[in-house]
């Protein structure tokens, strides 16, 4: 089976910085996804991390660790538009589809 | 690269029709792509895997005969909603699979059965 855990909610000012961690649980691991997904759209790719570690992209950065079955998403210089879900993915089998929680709904205010 | 296209982006129609929805890969071949649902404030839900040239694998509790999945080249995957009904209005999402373990989704489709 599969689980994951994140906050169902967070808010935050703009330009603030603001991590929302994951945890989760699967059989078979083959990489953990971070999408975002904007109300009434489909989500967007974020990161992808497959190794332990963090992957730094622009504003977002993404953190492993596979001991301990979690991950965070750090959004840093907060921006109105980066009001949304952000959902985590853990890919159990290679070549099967990603299961997704309910994600994390950020609201981003002035 | 890896853009995914759907078609149409919203459909209205009565009820007891079918409806087909299009999912194509732009830029790259796909054998496996996925649809998803999504009911307002809810998560995605899985509802078949497709591969090219074999039949769609079909999550518990949807039933294959009213989705219908046909994945017949490498960069179109197609949905068919028969016989739709006011509770089958949806937002359907499809996903392919590209570069490596990345799924990229289309834009998705609206759904609405009157």
């Known amino acids: 089976g599969q689980n994951i855990d994140q906050p169902t909610e967070m808010t935050a000012t703009e330009g603030a910085i603001v991590q929302i961690n994951c945890t989760y649980q699967t059989s078979g691991f083959n990489g953990l996804f971070w999408y975002q997904q904007h109300a009434g759209e489909a989500p967007t790719f974020l990161s992808y991390?497959?190794?332990?570690g963090l992957e730094e992209k622009g504003r977002f950065s993404s953190f492993l660790s596979r001991s301990k079955g979690y991950s965070y998403l750090l959004l840093k210089e907060l921006q109105m538009k980066d009001s949304a879900s952000y959902l985590c993915a853990p890919l159990g089998e290679a070549g099967t589809a990603l299961i997704f929680g309910k994600g994390t709904t950020l609201s981003v205010s002035s | 690269g890896a853009v995914v296209s759907q078609h149409p982006s919203w459909v209205i129609c009565k009820s007891g029709t079918s409806v087909k929805i299009e999912c194509r890969s732009l830029?790259?071949?796909?054998?496996?792509m996925f649809w998803y649902r999504q009911f307002p404030k809810q998560s995605l839900m899985l509802m078949a895997t497709?591969?090219?040239?074999?039949?769609?694998?079909?999550e518990q509790g949807v039933e294959k005969d009213k989705f219908l999945i046909n994945h017949a080249s490498l960069t179109l995957s197609t949905l068919t909603v028969t016989s739709a009904h006011p509770e089958d209005s949806s937002f359907y999402i499809c996903?392919?699979?590209?570069?490596?373990?990345?799924?990229?989704f289309g834009p998705g489709t609206r759904l609405l059965v009157l």
């Open positions: 996903s392919a699979m590209g570069f490596g373990e990345t799924q990229y």
């Open positions: 497709s591969n090219e040239g074999s039949k769609a694998t079909y």
């Open positions: 830029d790259f071949q796909a054998t496996t």
């Open positions: 991390n497959v190794l332990d």
